[in-house]
């Protein structure tokens, strides 16, 4: 079975950087395409970014592109997000997820991660 976990989130102060982690285990990831996404209080989950399973191609929210960067280490089976000039708008759950990019910009996916909490204070 496909197990996702995120780590990395925590508090950080508006104008700052924070790199999210996701291990996959159960299946090689350099096999499938992945994802993250977020979900602020009182918000519907939200797509943020995607990647295919080379690595290759990303695609991009617009509201995170251009701050935040998806990648992803196939040898670690480990896929990152790294994010920078946070704002409080950016306070939410993070989750990473595996799917296609048409699963992702619907806000669906085949396995999701528990979620790390991203606070960004102003």
């Known amino acids: 079975q496909v197990q996702l976990v995120e780590s990395g989130g925590g508090l950080v102060q508006a104008g700052g950087s924070l790199r999210l982690s996701c291990v996959v285990s159960?299946?090689?990831?350099?096999?499938?395409?992945m994802g993250w996404f977020r979900q602020a209080p009182g918000k519907e989950r939200e797509f943020l970014a995607h990647?295919?399973?080379?690595?290759?191609?990303?695609y991009y929210a617009d509201s995170v592109k251009g701050r935040f960067t998806i990648s992803k280490n196939n040898g670690m089976n480990t896929l990152y997000l790294q994010m920078n000039s946070l704002n409080s708008e950016d306070t939410a759950v993070y989750y990473c997820a595996s799917g296609s990019r048409s699963q992702a910009v619907r806000n669906t996916a085949n396995y999701w991660g528990q979620g790390t909490q991203v606070t960004v204070s102003s």
């Open positions: 159960g299946d090689n990831i350099g096999s499938f395409d």
């Open positions: 990647i295919t399973w080379s690595g290759i191609s990303t």
